[in-house]
Nanobody, 128 residues
Framework: QVQVVESGGGLVQAGGSLRLSCAAS????????TGWFRQAPGKERECVAA????????YYGDSVKGRFTISRDNAKNTVYLQMNSLKPEDTAVYYC?????????????????????WGQGTQVTVSS
């Protein structure tokens, strides 16, 4: 079992950048497929990006391709989301989620229902 904690959210102007961090407890986190999701008021939770345990497989939502980059440092038990060229529509609570069964199945899922372990979220607000 792991616990994940997000950090790095805040208020930024359109066109700016933020880097979110997802720090996890537990030595086995390096084996977990990890995803970043976001949820804006009145909208469904959507996958922004996901990364396999090794970092060799990544996924990006269409709305963030070319602007966001997911990466991980397994030695630090941390997954990052670098967000550049931010837009007001990126405003949301951003969540980190992790799952081991996805690793075992060799699947980098974008479905939030596939992830067992979630952080509390960090607010990202982009002003126009």
């Amino acid at each position: 079992q792991v616990q994940v904690v997000e950090s790095g959210g805040g208020l930024v102007q359109a066109g700016g950048s933020l880097r979110l961090s997802c720090a996890a407890s537990g030595r086995t986190f390096r084996r977990y497929t990890t995803g970043w999701f976001r949820q804006a008021p009145g909208k469904e939770r959507e996958c922004v990006a996901a990364i396999s345990w090794s970092g060799g497989d990544t996924y990006y939502g269409d709305s963030v391709k070319g602007r966001f980059t997911i990466s991980r440092d397994n030695a630090k038990n941390t997954v990052y989301l670098q967000m550049n060229s931010l837009k007001p529509e990126d405003t949301a609570v951003y969540y980190c989620a992790a799952d081991l069964s996805l690793t075992l199945a060799a699947v980098t899922s974008i479905n939030p229902l596939d992830y067992d372990y979630w952080g509390q979220g960090t607010q990202v607000t982009v002003s126009s």
